[in-house]
Nanobody
């Protein structure tokens, strides 16, 4: 059973930075795709970035606008999300996901999810 665990959330002021981590365990076959999603209060979950692990190619949602950077540690089965210049609109629970049938930003294509980590951006 694949298990994902996100860490690194917290509260920051606008313009601040956070780095999220996602650790994957129980993986018998290395996934080819992992992604970060987020869900703001009262809103639907939305994709932030997906990472093709084989080619190390990311695809970001348009709202990221160069502020976030995804990376991976192949040996540790981990991915990271460095978030800079955070805005109040970035507030929400951030989830990592894997087991995608389609490596994109649509959540229904992902089978495995972490429990999420809260990110709050407020002055």
């Amino acid at each position: 059973q694949v298990h994902l665990m996100e860490t690194g959330g917290g509260s920051v002021q606008p313009g601040g930075s956070l780095k999220l981590s996602c650790a994957a365990s129980g993986v018998t076959v290395r996934p080819s795709c992992m992604a970060w999603f987020r869900q703001a209060p009262g809103k639907a979950r939305e994709g932030v970035v997906r990472l093709d692990l084989d080619t190390n190619t990311p695809f970001y949602a348009s709202f990221v606008n160069g502020r976030f950077a995804v990376s991976q540690d192949f040996a540790k089965n981990m991915i990271y999300l460095q978030m800079n210049n955070l805005k109040p609109g970035d507030t929400g629970i951030y989830y990592c996901a894997t087991g995608a049938t389609v490596c994109g930003l649509t959540d229904r294509f992902y089978s495995y999810w972490g429990q999420g980590t809260q990110v709050t951006v407020s002055s």
